[in-house]
């Protein structure tokens, strides 16, 4: 919240330079989402989370440090938000890497739920509690609560115990060790078609986030407050999705219901879409809970598989393999969502989206995924088969 609100109030930012922070916060997976993998296993794990707290600390601390000595421009915003990217995505890998490490396999799927819980939450009070800082202190002041928030996440983390990552016995270069996790995942029976699907669901998602707040305001002519409460669904759906995963899979199965639940998700893509006046909101609220409440059951169970069936020496490269994949279809899918909606209308491209939403559950039914009630590690490549 205090980023953009900066930019705009503090240095009159234009559009396109808006454009360019936004962006400036996803370009990480797309540079350095394959080699963080080997970035994170040649680094201790604890200290490597810490590592990038402190960076963002400092990263966003420097902004009211230069407002307050009159040299603020929009460029550092965009050094920031790219700052705070790069770190992000090792933190992410060194994170989900060092989960299986301190927490027992069969307790992995609710620790994971958990986490997708707690982010959740945050995604709901985060954006209302930073629109108050922002109105109590101004935008500036509040990125220092931000800078705050990262160290008290690295004090946190310091109290967990190290752990050295499974590091090869011979150097190996850098290329190989990238290609070995691409080439694990991607052959992989299970890993390689849920990949597949997360980027589809992705693509989705990532025209979502450009479509949304044009079709409630533009089509719908939702007022602000109304178009803020139907944005934050989102956030419900995740919070319902983390609380029921277990539940869901036990009951369907993780391999079945991944494929069951894939077909649930895309049919809440064409319920968002639907209707007029108030029922065009019922609507909308309803498409979003089921979309965001399966995707994250699918987030969960296939994290939680591939961080107990990855062999240790592979599992930071099979995470950034995946993460680099499904995420960068991320910016994707709102680039094609922002150039079919401007002849197409919002309404129209939200039905073509949702179209694509199929291709999710279809790709694990054309996997051998379909042949399991369970995802197991049945034909996986050898990880020693797969570097040489």
Do not use: K
């Not at 559009?15 to 990480?28: D, H, S």
């Not at 009159?70 to 790069?86: E, K």
């Amino acid at each position: 919240m205090a980023l953009p609100l900066t930019a705009l109030a503090v240095l009159d930012a234009t559009p396109f330079e808006m454009g360019l922070i936004a962006a400036a916060g996803y370009v990480a997976w797309l540079v350095i989402g394959l080699p963080a993998g080997v970035i994170v296993q040649r680094l201790p794990l604890r200290g490597t989370q810490i590592g990038m707290d402190l960076v963002r600390a400092l990263a966003v601390a420097s902004i009211p440090v230069a407002w307050w000595l009159g040299r603020l421009t929009v460029a550092q915003l965009v050094v920031v938000a790219l700052t705070v990217s790069f770190a992000h995505v090792l933190f992410f890998v060194a994170n989900t890497t060092f989960l299986p490490e301190i927490v027992s396999r069969d307790q992995l799927q609710s620790r994971n739920s958990l986490t997708s819980g707690t982010h959740a939450t945050t995604q709901l009070a985060g954006p209302s509690l930073g629109g108050l800082a922002v109105q109590l202190l101004g935008a500036v002041p509040t990125l220092l609560i931000d800078a705050v928030s990262y160290l008290v996440s690295a004090a946190l983390m310091r109290t967990l115990p190290a752990r050295q990552q499974h590091r090869p016995q011979q150097p190996t270069p850098m290329g190989a060790m990238i290609r070995a996790g691409w080439a694990y995942v991607t052959r992989h029976p299970m890993m390689g078609p849920a990949m597949w699907s997360a980027t589809a669901s992705n693509f989705v998602s990532g025209a979502y986030l450009a479509l949304f707040p044009l079709y409630l305001v533009r089509e719908l002519h939702a007022p602000a407050g109304v178009v803020g409460l139907l944005l934050a669904v989102d956030g419900v759906g995740t919070l319902i999705g983390a609380t029921l995963t277990t539940r869901a899979t036990n009951a369907l199965g993780t391999a079945r219901g991944l494929i069951i639940l894939g077909f649930a998700e895309a049919a809440g893509a064409f319920v968002i879409p639907l209707g007029t006046g108030w029922a065009a909101y019922l609507s909308f609220t309803a498409g979003v809970l089921i979309f965001a409440g399966t995707g994250v059951v699918f987030s969960v169970t296939t994290r939680t598989y591939r961080q107990i069936a990855s062999p240790p020496e592979l599992l930071s490269r099979v995470m950034a393999t995946v993460r680099f994949v499904s995420w960068g279809a991320i910016p994707v899918g709102g680039l094609v969502a922002g150039a079919l909606a401007g002849p197409l209308g919002a309404r129209t491209t939200l039905l073509l989206f949702a179209a694509a939403a199929v291709l999710a559950p279809l790709a694990l039914l054309c996997s051998p995924v379909r042949h399991h009630r369970d995802l197991v590690d049945t034909t996986a490549p050898e990880p020693a088969a797969v570097a040489g």
